[in-house]
């Protein structure tokens, strides 16, 4: 059911852009953020050792094309969650870059051989301990990114002004201590 005079369209729009984090969920954007677009840049700026280079020796397919794309995804992406814009959708390619990432890069060091088409990464032990410790930022990123997707980016964003903008109200500000103490 739509509120009066709201269209689908904003409803659907005002839904993408709520928020539960807390106004703390800043820090996880930052990281979240940062990571992905320096990453993306490197990819273009090392393609050979972080691009489509590096794509050919994993074994993904078609890495003169999918180096670049995936560098524009991820500073694209990257830049809208620093920016706290659209930030539950633009999670989204994030979790899914990771997940490609892990399956590609850290299963075969968890196997110890690669698989489908990817390469087994030379790295001085296979296993459980080593593909943790070889998936640390790859498993700080997913988790970063599902809990921007499930909480949004909280008060300290652009989706929180565009939301109350859409909605009238002045924008939520974050709680601050002893904020209660004040009535």
Not at 110 to 138: K, N, Q
Not at 175 to 181: C, L, R, S
Request: a positive charge.
């Amino acid at each position: 059911m739509t509120r009066a005079g709201a269209s689908p369209l904003s409803q659907l729009l005002r839904k993408a852009l709520d928020s539960r984090a807390p106004p703390a969920a800043v820090l996880i954007r930052l990281a979240v953020g940062l990571v992905f677009t320096s990453e993306g840049i490197q990819k273009f700026l090392y393609p050979a050792s972080l691009g489509a280079g590096r794509f050919a020796k994993i074994g993904i397919p078609a890495p003169e094309v999918m180096g670049p794309f995936v560098g524009v995804v991820e500073i694209v992406f990257g830049a809208l969650v620093l920016a706290g814009l659209f930030t539950r959708l633009a999670a989204l390619p994030l979790i899914v870059n990771m997940l490609v990432a892990l399956l590609s890069t850290k299963v075969p060091i968890l196997l110890g051989h690669g698989y489908w088409s990817f390469a087994a990464p030379s790295v001085p032990r296979h296993g459980i301990w080593s593909m943790l410790h070889e998936a640390r930022t790859d498993l700080s990123m997913l988790l970063g990114g599902l809990f921007l997707l499930l909480a949004g980016a909280g008060p300290w964003s652009l989706d929180a002004r565009i939301r109350a903008r859409l909605s009238g109200a002045a924008p939520a500000r974050p709680d601050t201590p002893g904020e209660e103490d004040r009535s």
